[in-house]
C-alpha cells in the first residue's frame, strides 16, 4: 500500500493504534457520507407523504402512501410531463450542440494552424473565469433583440460555445489524436471532413463521452438562463416549473417534493453509472 | 465516398471552418455581451422605452452604486456568505481526504460518488429540500437540534440573524465533496515512499499530514481556494430561491448577484445594474488576486 495521507503506510502493519485509527476513519468518513445523502433520503420520504404529515412533529422518516396523490396534485399545478419535455429537449439539443462545435473547434485548436490561434485560445481560456452574472443583463437584451424570449432556443444555443467544452476537447485531441495519422490520410487524399468524420471523432470518444455528461447535467440543472428569458409556465423547463410551485402562497410540500424528486432521479441513475468518468472530467482542468 | 471538387475542403481554410461555428456563437454570446455590458455601464436606460431611450450618462451609474446602501451591503452579505462557506468547506474536504486516501481502497469510487453527489444535483432541488428541513415549527433540522441538544427552535429563514448561516451551511454541503475530490486526486501524487521514511523516522501522522501531505498538495490548495472565491462571490441560485427571488428578511441573504438581478429585472435599471457588475468585476479580479498573492508569499518564506 502506498501514498497514505495522514495515516502512516504501515496500517497494514497491524498495530491496535493502526487498527483504530483506521476504524475512526471508516466511522468519520461514514458519518459524513450519511450527512451527504441524509437530505436525498428525506426529500424522497416526503415525496410519499402529504403536506399535513410532513409537518407533523416529529416529522416522518419513513415512507408513506401519498406518492400517487402528490404526483395527482402536481400533474395539476404545473404541466409537469410538458415541462419534464421542455428539460429533455434543451437538455439534448444542448448535449448535440456542444458536443458537434466544440469537437470541431477542438480539433482545429489541437492539430491545425491558422492565424491568431494562441490569442483567439488564449481569449476562450479567459471568459472561463468571468463570473456568470456578467453575463445576465446583455443575455436578456440579446435574446430580446433576437426575438427568442421565452423560446428553448435562447436556452441551447448559446451554451455551444462552451469555453470548458473547447479546452477539454483541445486537450485530449492533443493527447491521443496521432498528428502522422491526420496527415497520412490528408496524404492519402481523404478529405478535411472525412477526417474529421471518420478519424479524429472515432479517438475522442472518451472525452465526447464526459462532455456530453457535463453538457447534459448542466442544461438539466439550469436555473439562472430559464429565469431570465422563459416567460411562460408551458414553456419552462422543469426546474423553473418546480420553483414557480414554491411562490404559490399555500406551498404542497409533497407534490413539490415529488416533482423535485422526479427531477433528480436521472441525474442519480446517471451519476450511478457514471460517475468515475464523470468525477474525472469536471475535476480535468485541475489535475492538468 | 468522395464530394465533388467543389465542395472539397482545401487544408488551408479548414481550420477556418471548423471553427467558425464555435466562434460566431462565441462572439455572439460570449464576447458582443461583455463589450455591450461595458457601453450599458454608461447610459441610462429603461428597457421599457426601447433601445432609443438610451442616453449616455458618463460615471453616473457608478457613482449612484458606489452611495448606494444596498450596493454595499449586498456585497458585505456576499464577502460573509463566501468566506462562512468557503472556509470550512477546505478545513473539512482536506482530513476528509487524507481519511479517504489511507482508509478506503475498494470502496473509494462509492464513497467519492456520495460525497459529490450534491455537485451535481440541481441547485433548485436542494433549495427545496433544505426549504422544509430548516423550516421552523417542523423542519428536520430544529427536531433534530430539539432533541438531541434541547435547543429551541429557531427561525433559519425567517430572520435576519439565521438566514445566513442556514445558506452558508447549504453551500458548505453542496461543495465540500467537490473539493474532498480535487484534494484526493492531489493526494494519490504523493509518492508512497515519502511516508514510509517519515514513518520509520517515528513521525506522527498528524505530522506527516501537515509535513508532507499538506506541502505536496498546496498547488491543488490554491486551485481550490481560487475556485472557491470565484464561486462564492458570484453565489446567486442558493439565497435567490430560499428568499423567493427577494433576498430575505430585511435582505440578509442578498447577494451582489441578487442585487443585481433585482436592479435589472426587478427595478428595471438596466444601466446601473451593468455598472455594479463592473464593478464586482473588479471585486472579484482584486480577491482572486490577493489569494494569488497570500499562496505566492508563503511558499517564498516556506
Not at chain 1, 411562460?232 to 418546480?242: E, I, M, V
Not at chain 2, 471552418?17 to 447610459?43: D, M, R
Not at chain 2, 430539539?146 to 448561516?165: E, R, V, Y
Amino acid at each position: 500500500m502506498s501514498g497514505a495521507a495522514g495515516l502512516p503506510a504501515s496500517v497494514g502493519k497491524a498495530g491496535v493504534g493502526a487498527r483504530a485509527a483506521r476504524w475512526t476513519a471508516y466511522a468519520i468518513v461514514g458519518v459524513g457520507a450519511l450527512f451527504m445523502l441524509a437530505p436525498f433520503w428525506f426529500m424522497f420520504v416526503f415525496a410519499t407523504h402529504s403536506r399535513s404529515e410532513i409537518f407533523n412533529l416529529p416529522p416522518p422518516l419513513w415512507f408513506g402512501d401519498d406518492l400517487a396523490a402528490n404526483f395527482r396534485l402536481l400533474t395539476e399545478r404545473i404541466p409537469f410531463w410538458r415541462n419534464l419535455g421542455w428539460s429533455l429537449y434543451v437538455a439534448l439539443m444542448s448535449t448535440a450542440l456542444t458536443l458537434l462545435f466544440c469537437s470541431m473547434a477542438g480539433y482545429a485548436f489541437a492539430l491545425m494552424e491558422f492565424r491568431f490561434k494562441k490569442a483567439l485560445f488564449g481569449l476562450v481560456m479567459a471568459t472561463m473565469l468571468l463570473p456568470s452574472f456578467m453575463n445576465m443583463i446583455p443575455m436578456f437584451m440579446i435574446m430580446d433583440a433576437l426575438g427568442w424570449i421565452d423560446q428553448q432556443r435562447a436556452l441551447y444555443v448559446p451554451g455551444a460555445a462552451s469555453a470548458f467544452g473547447i479546452f477539454l476537447m483541445r486537450q485530449f485531441a492533443q493527447s491521443s489524436v496521432p498528428r502522422e495519422l491526420v496527415e497520412s490520410a490528408r496524404m492519402d487524399g481523404c478529405g478535411e471532413f472525412s477526417i474529421y468524420w471518420r478519424i479524429v471523432l472515432p479517438l475522442m470518444k472518451p472525452a465526447l463521452g464526459t462532455l456530453a455528461l457535463i453538457t447534459f447535467i448542466t442544461s438539466w440543472n439550469n436555473f439562472i438562463n430559464p429565469l431570465i428569458v422563459m416567460r411562460s409556465l408551458p414553456n419552462y423547463t422543469l426546474p423553473l416549473a418546480l420553483r414557480s410551485l414554491q411562490s404559490t402562497l399555500n406551498t404542497e410540500w409533497g407534490a413539490l417534493m415529488c416533482g423535485s424528486a422526479i427531477a433528480t432521479i436521472p441525474l442519480i441513475v446517471l451519476f450511478a453509472i457514471t460517475s468515475r468518468q464523470l468525477i474525472a472530467g469536471l475535476t480535468a482542468g485541475a489535475v492538468k | 465516398m468522395r464530394l465533388p471538387p467543389l465542395l472539397r475542403l482545401s487544408p488551408k481554410w479548414a481550420p477556418y471552418v471548423f471553427i467558425s461555428p464555435f466562434l460566431i456563437l462565441f462572439g455572439v454570446f460570449g464576447v458582443f455581451p461583455l463589450c455591450f455590458s461595458l457601453y450599458l455601464a454608461f447610459q441610462s436606460w429603461e428597457p421599457t422605452g426601447g433601445l432609443r431611450a438610451m442616453e449616455y450618462v458618463g460615471l453616473a451609474n457608478f457613482a449612484f452604486a458606489l452611495k448606494d446602501d444596498w450596493f454595499w451591503m449586498s456585497l458585505r452579505n456576499t464577502l460573509w456568505l463566501a468566506i462562512a462557506s468557503g472556509v470550512p468547506q477546505h478545513l473539512v474536504a482536506l482530513p476528509l481526504a487524507a481519511f479517504i486516501h489511507a482508509a478506503f481502497k475498494r470502496l473509494r469510487d462509492g464513497v467519492i460518488a456520495v460525497y459529490f453527489l450534491p455537485y451535481i444535483t440541481s441547485t433548485v432541488a436542494i433549495a427545496i429540500m433544505f426549504y422544509s428541513l430548516f423550516s421552523q415549527d417542523y423542519g428536520m433540522i430544529n427536531a433534530a437540534l430539539a432533541q438531541w441538544f434541547g435547543l429551541p427552535h429557531t427561525d433559519w429563514l425567517t430572520s435576519a440573524a439565521h438566514i445566513k448561516p442556514a445558506i452558508a451551511f447549504i453551500v458548505f454541503w453542496r461543495y465540500v465533496g467537490f473539493n474532498t475530490v480535487l484534494y484526493l486526486a492531489a493526494m494519490q501524487t504523493i509518492p508512497g515512499e515519502l511516508y514510509e521514511a517519515a514513518t520509520l523516522d517515528g513521525a506522527s501522522r498528524l505530522r506527516q499530514f501537515l509535513h508532507i501531505t499538506l506541502p505536496g498538495i498546496r498547488p491543488m490548495i490554491f486551485f481550490g481556494v481560487t475556485l472557491s472565491v470565484i464561486g462564492g462571490l458570484q453565489l446567486f441560485e442558493e439565497p435567490f430561491i430560499l428568499t423567493g427571488g427577494k433576498g430575505g428578511p430585511q435582505q440578509a441573504a442578498m447577494t451582489s448577484a441578487v442585487y443585481l438581478f433585482r436592479e435589472a429585472f426587478d427595478f428595471n435599471d438596466f444601466g446601473g445594474a451593468s455598472a455594479m457588475s463592473w464593478l464586482l468585476f473588479l471585486v472579484v479580479a482584486l480577491l482572486t488576486w490577493i489569494t494569488n498573492l497570500a499562496f505566492r508569499t508563503r511558499r517564498g518564506a516556506a
